[in-house]
């Protein structure tokens, strides 16, 4: 059986983003694969264990019995040392030894993926030992692909795929979660209005409209009368909501029209992933 209906997007989008980057890193010369990446502590190598790690899991697969160094700095949480056990097991593997494993967990994985025939809400294991709907965690892997895709094209200088199937899927998600980081987490007040115009090859205008208890919705239409304006890229919004990089960093390509103070604090609170 096929996937279900539900289920096909977020699959399509993995795929695409999964190939990309096996294109990318099938060429790469031993010493490229210890690149820094904008995900913080991870190189090109980390980043490809990672894929590899977590669509073992999706699989199925135990995961590694592996003691983690004490001076991995970045690791500062539990669901980091999570993830970071998939990635130190592999970090002196070679490039063909990566490779190789990485062309064939894509192959299982799209064996699994043809072969679908749960339901979208069955439960199905997620980090730190808790459970997921399946739905959820076909979504979660093809936004997560295709970040990984992007920290990868940025250490290679290799842009692309801004607007592929998995950049939707990131833009939903990153959209999913904004009232929160506006109402609750940059503190914008009662009756207020905030609005993000992204342009580029991923295009919005949404409106964060915070009501009389504090509490956010979002919309496509546009306010008469914002509490602040915030205009950007789709590049650089993806890369402050992923926590790639800081607002100052990348200041002078945001336009902020009303109240600043407020707008500089949603951007100090606008990295939303782990």
């Not at 496509?220 to 304006?229: C, E, K, Y």
């Amino acid at each position: 059986m096929t996937v279900h209906p539900s289920l096909q997007t977020y699959a399509d989008a993995w795929a695409h983003s999964v190939e990309a980057i096996s294109e990318l890193v099938q060429p790469l010369a031993e010493g490229e694969w210890n690149r820094a990446t904008p995900c913080p502590g991870w190189s090109v190598r980390d980043i490809v264990s990672h894929v590899i790690g977590m669509e073992c899991e999706m699989l199925g697969d135990p995961r590694p019995i592996h003691t983690l160094p004490r001076d991995l700095y970045h690791v500062r949480s539990e669901f980091a040392r999570y993830m970071e056990m998939q990635v130190d097991v592999r970090r002196h593997h070679t490039a063909p030894e990566m490779t190789a494993e990485l062309e064939y967990t894509i192959i299982r994985r799209n064996r699994q993926l043809r072969n679908e025939n749960r339901a979208p809400d069955t439960l199905v294991r997620a980090p730190l030992g808790t459970e997921q709907t399946l739905e959820l965690a076909y979504r979660m892997r093809a936004f997560d692909i295709w970040a990984h895709e992007q920290d990868l094209r940025t250490a290679l200088n290799r842009p692309g795929n801004l607007d592929s199937p998995g950049a939707l899927v990131a833009r939903d998600n990153f959209l999913a979660v904004l009232p929160r980081v506006v109402a609750k987490d940059a503190g914008a007040p009662p009756h207020s209005a905030v609005v993000f115009d992204v342009h580029g090859p991923v295009e919005f205008l949404r409106t964060v409209r915070v009501d009389a208890d504090g509490r956010g919705t979002i919309d496509g239409a546009p306010s008469l009368g914002p509490a602040a304006t915030l205009a950007l890229d789709w590049e650089t919004y993806f890369r402050l909501a992923a926590g790639r990089v800081r607002p100052a960093a990348v200041a002078d390509r945001i336009k902020i029209e009303g109240n600043t103070d407020l707008a500089g604090a949603i951007l100090d609170s606008f990295a939303v992933t782990p």
